[in-house]
């Protein structure tokens, strides 16, 4: 049984959900906040802030999409919300608002950069989940969203500007000596397949360290070691799970060399981890997984094997 809310004076309670916002002027978040603090979920958590995790280890923005709540979804996000972050039995927040039946939600979620291609604790991408309930325009919208529309759709998954990376973790990459480069087609891809992708991300990064091993947000927060080139033959790894991730290159390793990172021909990023052999979907984007990676956000359960 969760505890009991703590019943606080509305001028502290204010003051508190001020400080754990930790961005200013944002009022559709500040009154998002305070308005589920009174949910069963957040029951006896004082502070709730974008990544507090509730008693069932949903966030903030799991609840808002399955309200189907796109204001809040977006003010979360803009806040800096995990969107590939798992909850209650692993959904992801996309799997929540497939479930619900909330449309607009879905397709915010999917413009921002969610996964369809996601799995829950039962193995269930979202689009399996929308099959379950029979929500017909949600399966086409999602299907969509996991091939070329969605990536042509929002520039943060399309090949212009793919490797752009987030305010959040830019300057760890400043403090391991990165050095940006100038021209603006060095870091895009030359072509639209993992080997492409693979290059540009090198020609930005290789032979970069960044970041370090330590408590994270979610879980253990990872250091990477770019390679200084690429390196074909690491693929052989994801060989198990080839039929659902198809071509990808590795191009970095993380954890203390634990783990190994690859892209696929679809801009995806997979983290292999050693000694478990296990692979683990980061995200829709080099930001996003660097990000995952680097500040200790929790990728979910690992991908099933090909059967």
Not at 53 to 66: K, V
Not at 79 to 101: D, F, K, R, T
Not at 117 to 127: F, G, R, V
Request: glycine share 8%; charged share 15%.
């Amino acid at each position: 049984m969760p505890k009991q809310a703590a019943k606080l004076p509305p001028y502290q309670a204010k003051t508190i959900f001020r400080r754990a916002l930790n961005t200013v002027n944002h009022p559709i978040l500040e009154d998002y906040l305070e308005k589920i603090a009174s949910l069963p979920e957040f029951a006896g958590i004082a502070g709730i802030s974008v990544h507090t995790r509730g008693n069932w280890n949903s966030t903030p923005l799991h609840i808002a999409a399955t309200q189907g709540d796109i204001a809040a979804i977006a003010a979360l996000l803009d806040a800096g919300a995990n969107i590939h972050s798992p909850g209650e039995h692993g959904y992801s927040p996309l799997h929540e608002a497939v479930e619900q039946g909330h449309i607009d939600a879905v397709r915010l979620l999917l413009e921002r950069g969610a996964s369809a291609h996601a799995i829950n604790n039962d193995s269930e991408t979202s689009i399996q989940t929308a099959a379950i309930h029979d929500h017909q325009e949600i399966i086409k919208l999602l299907q969509a969203g996991a091939g070329s529309t969605c990536a042509q759709q929002h520039p943060k998954i399309g090949p212009r500007n793919m490797l752009t990376l987030p305010p959040s973790i830019k300057q760890l990459f400043f403090a391991a000596g990165w050095q940006p480069h100038t021209a603006s087609k060095s870091a895009d891809p030359d072509n639209a397949s993992s080997e492409g992708i693979a290059t540009a991300i090198l020609r930005q990064y290789a032979a970069l360290h960044v970041g370090e091993v330590g408590s994270g947000a979610e879980q253990a927060k990872s250091d990477i070691s770019f390679y200084s080139q690429l390196r074909p033959t690491v693929s052989v790894v994801t060989s198990p799970w080839r039929l659902q991730i198809g071509n990808c290159v590795a191009f970095a390793t993380a954890h203390n060399d634990h783990m190994i990172l690859f892209v696929n021909d679809q801009g995806r990023y997979f983290a292999f981890t050693d000694p478990d052999r296990r692979l683990y979907l980061l995200g829709d984007s080099f930001g996003n997984a660097m990000h995952t990676l680097l500040l200790g956000y929790s990728y979910g359960a690992s991908l099933p094997r090909d059967s």
